[in-house]
């Protein structure tokens, strides 16, 4: 194997542990968000009210009207 090979198997390398590293962070990242969400609607929270609180970077036309009825 000469030089050029190992370098691109390297940067092959690098790259797949970086996109493992990434899809396990948004896997986690997603399943703590639910439960979070699960925790706060069995304890009696508006489902959309948090919704909007969990995920408010999806839904900013609907939290907006939600958050307009409730002043």
Known sequence: ???????LLCIWGMGLVFS?????SITLGAHDRRD???????NGA???VTTCALYSDTSTALC???AQNRK
């Open 1 to 7: 194997m000469n030089h050029d090979e190992k370098f």
């Open 20 to 24: 493992l590293a990434l899809i396990a």
């Open 36 to 42: 979070k969400w699960d925790k706060a609607v069995s």
């Open 46 to 48: 508006d489902p959309m």
């Open 64 to 66: 907006t009207i939600l």
